[in-house]
């Protein structure tokens, strides 16, 4: 196969990685103004030889079997589908310091001890620094080969001369081919990097993770055809403050993207939950408090438990404020029209704050009869029972919507103790529990009597 390459040049959004065939001053993708950046672009041209394709009938293909492979990290292997494939590439995104390292090293460690050959390649840190954070973490690392470089070649090279199965790369922004001129973490570099390593993997056959920086809107940082260029896309996601991090895919070719893990961060690494039920409601009581309920959700294919918070104080300053931890803001102000226009509880007038306790940042509908219920208790000062949870979607109407996987989060409140749950009116219908009682609500007014009373 003969490759020739002739560079070009374009412009690329220094934001959201979108190439421009010529200077603007605002990127057509995010909208940012005076971002463009020019660098130069290699075009690769293949002959026509190297060109040649086989077709064949979808029922006449010969079907492979691959042999995956499980790290034995529980979370880590339901968000990547149960199994990592051979050839298969994972790019993992998320915040300076939320953990990202510690993750993979972690499974590195997990994947060497089931058998297999792992390259750990690091850009960002020096051999003797990854052997501190392998101590700190009691990683042995017996078969895990260490490498330090920036050079795509060099990686490239080390995996034709080795045998690996599994090889991570940390981070691919440090990473650079010598086929461009430009600085490592540019879009180009970054893109050729990328293409470089997924295509050997692919060759080869052995799995890729791409660790990645993301930007301040928290998506991976680059060229955004990196994100198609991979098989799974995973967030990595959490608070700095709290002991918490999510692990949740945006996309997987070969599994559910409906699924998240949750792990605590200790002084001896990442350590697995798997009941993030009893994790986020830790620092819940027994009693009683006014402005607080306890929420069913579920993330994917997950239910949890979790507290949602609220206070609602007179506005002392002209204009009232809504904010909200953990929601989004637009969704509780339409929340609170809901509860004006509805239900005649004067929100206009009021400060309103609402937040989800132990930091973890959720969008499931099921949340809008909870929140409501808290801000309610907030304003009347009227307590709800401690043993109750709640689920539901609030429609504009006031009405309450039935929700997904209503038996799950029954199951999940009756396990965690608790003894009553006020659901849609159309998730209690077919479904009897012995040990906690179902109560259907088919507007909000009847839901926040139930919850109220």
């Known amino acids: 196969m003969t490759i020739s390459r002739k560079v070009r040049t374009a412009y690329f ?23 463009l950046i020019e660098e130069k672009v290699p075009t690769r041209k293949v002959t026509a030889s190297a060109m040649r394709s086989t077709q064949c009938r979808i029922p006449d293909i010969q079907s492979e079997k691959l042999q995956g492979y499980q790290s034995g990290i529980g979370e880590l292997d339901r968000v990547l589908g149960g199994q990592l494939l051979p050839g298969m590439t994972v790019l993992i995104g998320g915040d300076p310091g939320i953990g990202k390292s510690t993750l993979i090293l972690q499974a590195a460690e997990a994947y060497s001890q089931k058998g297999l050959n792992v390259l750990y390649v690091t850009g960002e840190e020096s051999l003797p620094q990854i052997k501190l954070r392998a101590n700190r973490l009691n990683v042995t690392g017996s078969a895990v080969t260490a490498m330090n470089s920036t050079s795509v070649e060099e990686v490239t090279s080390a995996l034709a001369s080795g045998d690996f199965s599994v090889v991570l790369i940390d981070s691919i922004q440090t990473m650079a081919s010598s086929a461009l001129d430009s600085p490592p973490g540019t879009v180009g570099q970054v893109r050729e990097s990328a293409a470089q390593l997924i295509m050997q993997a692919k060759a080869a056959g052995h799995a890729l993770f791409l660790i ?24 990595f996601e959490g608070d700095t403050s709290h002991l918490y991090r999510m692990l949740r895919a945006a996309k997987n070719r070969f599994g559910s993207v409906a699924e998240i893990g949750v792990f605590e961060m200790k002084p001896e690494g990442l350590v697995e939950v798997s009941n993030p039920s009893s994790f986020f409601l830790s620092d819940k009581d027994k009693s009683s408090r006014t402005g607080s309920v306890v929420a069913a959700v579920c993330e994917g294919n997950r239910p949890f438990l979790v507290e949602i918070q ?4 007179s506005a002392n300053y002209g204009t009232a404020q809504r904010v909200a931890g953990g929601i989004d803001n637009k969704r509780l102000a339409l929340l609170l029209a809901i509860l004006e226009k509805r239900c005649g509880y004067p929100m206009a007038g009021n400060d309103v704050f609402v937040s989800v306790a132990g930091g973890v ?6 949340l809008d009869l909870p ?12 307590a709800i029972s401690s043993d109750t949870v709640a689920a539901g979607e609030v429609g504009l109407s006031g009405e309450v919507r039935g929700i997904s ?3 799950r989060r029954i199951n999940e409140a009756e396990k965690m103790g608790f003894k009553r749950i006020i659901l849609p009116q159309s998730g209690v219908v077919n479904l009897s529990k012995n040990k906690i009682k179902l109560h259907g ?6 839901a926040l009597e139930l919850l109220l009373q």
């Not at 609500?441 to 009847?446: F, L, N, P, R």
Request: hydrophobic content about 40%; aromatic content about 6%.
């Open 405 to 407: 996987m209503a038996d």
């Open 212 to 235: 990645g920086h993301v930007t301040k809107d928290g998506m991976v940082a680059g060229p955004k055809v990196l994100e198609h260029m991979v098989d799974t896309v995973i967030y």
């Open 310 to 313: 609220a206070l609602v104080t």
């Open 361 to 366: 940042r959720l969008s499931e509908p099921a």
């Open 441 to 446: 609500a088919s507007d909000i007014e009847a």
């Open 371 to 382: 929140i409501m219920a808290a801000i309610v208790s907030s304003f009347a000062n009227k």
């Open 13 to 35: 959004c220094g934001d959201c990685g979108a190439e421009h065939p010529r200077w603007q001053g605002q990127c057509r993708e995010c909208g940012e103004w005076n971002k």
